[in-house]
């Protein structure tokens, strides 16, 4: 499968605390914001959406916070368990007939036990 | 309902030589995405597909890149000739709605590691 963490920023968290993953993105226009993980070998897997017009969108055990101040995304996970070891990566989407996504580097989370 | 699948899962090749991937979408997605994701760097997006359409191709790095999608199916992307610079993973995605229609969920499929040596 495809190496995960290397040249990536890690974050390690106890199995149970809760983990926050950070993204800054740079386009003021995008319209929806997302949260992807991919695990080792596996393609990016959707986790939770949320549009510009929003500030907080939760999920399950996800939250995930829209500052368009400062062009920040952050992406909260409770009680961390062992299967949310992954990367992580953040997207935009501006739509206007570019529907590509803009993705950001990725954060390797580490789960200790 | 069976998800984005893509073939094959590695291929190791020279430089200079062929390589083609393909993707199988989401049966019903017109829409159909190529992203690529080299070494320790974030995943770029190559092209967009609506049926058998180049909607955007903006992302795609040569003209030793090629991408089609004959019938609005399958898509294969072709290298020739590759260079090493071209190894790492590359993705397909698919999503339902039209294009411009705004955000749809792009689902990913488990992607092809390509090695050029």
């Known amino acids: 499968g495809e190496s995960v963490g290397l040249h990536l920023p890690t974050l390690s968290v106890q199995e149970g605390d809760n983990s926050i993953i950070n993204c800054a993105y740079s386009?003021?226009?995008?319209?929806?914001f997302i949260w992807y993980k991919q695990e080792s070998g596996k393609g990016p897997q959707f986790i939770i959406d949320?549009?510009?017009?929003?500030d907080k969108r939760q999920g399950q055990r996800v939250t995930v916070l829209l500052n368009k101040t400062v062009k920040h995304l952050s992406l909260q996970i409770a009680a961390t368990q062992p299967g949310d070891s992954a990367v992580y990566f953040c997207?935009?989407?501006?739509?206007?007939?570019?529907?590509?996504?803009?993705f950001g580097k990725g954060t390797h989370l580490i789960i200790q036990p | 309902e069976a998800g984005v699948t893509q073939f094959p899962s590695h291929s190791v090749i020279e430089k200079g030589q062929t390589v083609t991937l393909r993707c199988d979408p989401i049966s019903g997605h017109d829409n159909l995405y190529w992203y690529r994701r080299v070494m320790g760097k974030e995943i770029k997006f190559l092209l967009h597909f609506v049926k058998e359409s180049k909607q955007d191709e903006s992302g795609m790095p040569n003209n030793r890149f090629l991408a089609e999608r004959t019938g609005g199916t399958y898509s294969t992307l072709k290298v020739q000739p590759a260079e090493l610079e071209d190894s790492g993973v590359y993705f397909c995605?698919?999503?339902?709605?039209?294009?411009?229609?705004?955000?749809?969920?792009?689902?990913f499929g488990p992607g092809t590691r390509l090695t050029v040596l």
């Open positions: 995605a698919s999503s339902h709605g039209l294009a411009g229609d705004g955000y749809n969920e792009q689902f």
């Open positions: 997207a935009e989407f501006s739509g206007g007939g570019a529907d590509g996504l803009t």
């Open positions: 386009n003021s226009a995008s319209d929806y």
């Open positions: 949320i549009r510009s017009n929003m």
